[in-house]
Nanobody, 127 residues
Framework: QVQLVESGGGLVQAGGSLRLSCAAS????????MGWFRQAPGKEREFAAA???????????YYADSVKGRFTISRDDAKNMVYLQMNRLKPEDTAVYYC?????????????????WGQGTRVIVSS
């Protein structure tokens, strides 16, 4: 089955940047929704960003309002990689970040619908 492994988390000051990576294996994911979710201590897992296949070589991206303009999701299906570039980080971005996949072309945001998950990578933004 599909396996996802995140990396790139760490400690960063507010206003700084981090780039998260997700390495995928075990399936052909070019037409899957690939997403990033995050979960802060004591809070529910929430959607951050995702990307869908729109046909041909075109992929669409969509974001939570809380990260729009600061985070950028990208994918390289030839390398089975998904990335999340996080800029202008805020303390409220502190969370464990998870990579997830779903075999659909629909722009799903609900984490309950995603079938495959990584183990997570921790991001701490200090103030």
């Amino acid at each position: 089955q599909v396996q996802l492994v995140e990396s790139g988390g760490g400690l960063v000051q507010a206003g700084g940047s981090l780039r998260l990576s997700c390495a995928a294996s075990g399936g052909t994911l070019s037409r899957y929704v690939m997403g990033w979710f995050r979960q802060a201590p004591g809070k529910e897992r929430e959607f951050a960003a995702a990307t869908t296949w729109a046909g041909g070589s075109i992929y669409d991206a969509y974001y939570a309002d809380s990260v729009k303009g600061r985070f950028t999701i990208s994918r390289d299906d030839a390398k089975n990689m998904v990335y999340l570039q996080m800029n202008r980080l805020k303390p409220e971005d502190t969370a464990v970040y998870y990579c997830a996949a779903l075999n659909t072309r629909d722009p799903i945001r609900d984490p309950k619908h995603f079938d495959y998950w990584g183990q997570g990578t921790r991001v701490i933004v200090s103030s």
